[in-house]
């Protein structure tokens, strides 16, 4: 039964992966842009403007 599990997962490991991880992206994004606006910060001009500054 194990070495089905471990034989599963070596010949699925990109896709089991690859799902985690948009998994965890779709967790810790939101907050994260939820932050971002409400304390009112426009973000993409805000680089913008800091790459245009150079």
């Given at each position: 039964m194990l070495q089905n599990a471990i034989q599963f997962y070596n010949e699925h490991r990109?896709?089991?992966?690859?799902?985690?991880?948009?998994?965890?992206?779709?967790?810790?994004?939101?907050?994260?842009?939820?932050?971002?606006?409400?304390?009112?910060r426009d973000f993409g001009s805000s680089v913008v403007r800091a790459l245009l500054a150079k």
């Amino acid at each position: 039964m194990l070495q089905n599990a471990i034989q599963f997962y070596n010949e699925h490991r990109t896709v089991i992966i690859t799902t985690i991880a948009i998994i965890a992206l779709c967790t810790i994004y939101p907050p994260v842009f939820r932050t971002i606006y409400e304390t009112g910060r426009d973000f993409g001009s805000s680089v913008v403007r800091a790459l245009l500054a150079k």
